[in-house]
């Protein structure tokens, strides 16, 4: 099992800045692609960003690329989102999630899930 709990979200302005982590628990992180998904209010959940255990491979939604970078800390146990010139489309539920090997688009190919942490992007 791994454990994954997100933090660092909040209300924050348009056009401004969060950082979100992802602490996982459990087992050895650094077996582990991880991916951030998030679902906005009255929508299902959908891709942002995906960073493979070597961290040489990394995957952006379109609607993301270029505004938020994920990375990650093997030594931590820690996956951060840098979140950028965010804007009220970009509310939501973050999550974080991990699966074995290869970082991928798809949700149900994850298999650990945190519990999500609230993003508020105001105009």
């Known amino acids: 099992q791994v454990q994954l709990v997100e933090s660092g979200g909040g209300l924050v302005q348009a056009g401004g800045s969060l950082r979100l982590s992802c602490a996982a628990s459990?087992?050895?992180?650094?077996?582990?692609?991880m991916g951030w998904f998030r679902q906005a209010p009255g929508n299902g959940r959908e891709f942002v960003a995906g960073?493979?255990?070597?961290?040489?491979?990394?995957l952006y939604a379109d609607s993301v690329k270029g505004r938020f970078t994920i990375s990650r800390d093997n030594a931590k146990n820690t996956v951060y989102l840098q979140m950028n010139s965010l804007t009220p489309e970009d509310t939501a539920v973050y999550y974080c999630?991990?699966?074995?090997?290869?970082?991928?688009?798809?949700?149900?190919?994850?298999?650990?899930w945190g519990q999500g942490t609230r993003v508020t992007v105001s105009s």
């Open positions: 999630a991990a699966r074995m090997y290869l970082a991928t688009m798809t949700e149900h190919e994850y298999d650990y």
């Open positions: 459990g087992r050895t992180f650094s077996n582990y692609a």
């Open positions: 960073i493979s255990r070597d961290i040489i491979r990394t």
